[in-house]
């Protein structure tokens, strides 16, 4: 059974005229997908189509997690710049914050705001940081409640745009739900539906198979085979509906990725050691009932965040502890770096004191209850067995891969950064951000963008 979307009404259809109005650009995010993974990719028929274009190694910005850098490879801005610092909101005493599902979060123009000013329409599928968009003309965002499907489908209906609602009606069956939603097939769907109805002429899609699977089971394992297979598979069925549809020769393609992973050797619960010293307080049901400081987990880094209501004498206090912590080798943090160094260094910045590095491999979680500490070789240790979220030169990095009309074929560069990305995306399709922490990949592209050298 394939339900698809009808027709939309054209009287929207942007005028003939705008910049490189025969130019479409459809990008694919495959979550977690690292450079190394390449020369297997490429064994696969539907990534080596992709690969046979132009790719290299992407660093990406801190922190090296899934919203801040798809946020960049729509902004060329790093996390200072576009002010999406985390995946998930500050919530102190959430066991489950919200994410920054919200678009109007975004502090820069994203490239759906350049292209709706020239006219061009825009489609994202599961694309972070898009709910509730104000530019995107087909928005199906990438949002979740974990009361399960039902309430899933009421969110992300809510958040989509009115267009993008009319897909997540007609493939909502695709939603997959187990423990959590797996939006795979669904986005997949949803993304083909929108080439052969809409015919975007900018189209955003994040899976994020291969990323869950790294969670779950670690960095290359049986099960990450399978998911590379089975987003090649998806991968496929898009770039079929490009040429299906008569578009393909004008649309240049990307497969990106946010980050690499890091194999977990243990949790910490940095929030259960700020309990101990009496800066969460909680109340008899164990619950957070007041806080002075408090840890975000980024993965395998942590935001420390103070209070702004708490007493003056506070910071010193905190930071006083922070320097013992990174002093005691039986507590796995290994640095902490205040504000202004993580905005030199890495374009970042948020409302917080700085950064803590855990030791290789240690994972910051939210949660304050229990153990400070959880080993793998523990019996209770249930959590993730592979992570990041680490600084963004450690390990291995992320892939950008291009094909199309404008794209040097069999080329190949050593590195560039995720909002180069962005910015490479902008100058395919006649834009240009205003601000910009990237350049235009010029390796890749046909005709080299002279004034856009890196
Ligand atoms: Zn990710």
Redesign the pocket.
Known sequence: MTRTVPTADTSSTPPAGSPRDSRRLVVI?V??MSVVDVPFARTLPNFSRVLAGSWGSAEAIYPT??YP??TSQTTARTAAGHGIYANELVQPGSRRPDWFWDARAIAAPTIFDLAAAQGLTSATVGWPVTGWSPSIDIAVPEIWDPAGLEATLAVLRDAASERGRAYVDAHAAEIGWDSKHRFGQFNTAVAVDMIRTDAPDVLFVHL?DV?SARHTTGRFTPEVREAFERVDGWIGEILDALEESGVAEDANVAIV???GHVEVGRCLRANNLLVQEGLVRLDDSGEVASWDAWVHGCGLTGQLHLNPEAEESAQDRVLDLVDRWVADPEIPIAAFHPLADMREDYGYSGPFLGVLEGTSGTNFQNLWEGRSLYGRFDDDYTFLLSQ?GHLPEQDIQAVFAMVGPDIVEGGKFSRCTVPDEAATFAHLLGLQFPEADGAAVSEILREPALSLAR
């Open positions: 995010s979550d977690a997690v899934t850098n798809h994020v990323d990725s946010d980050h990041h």
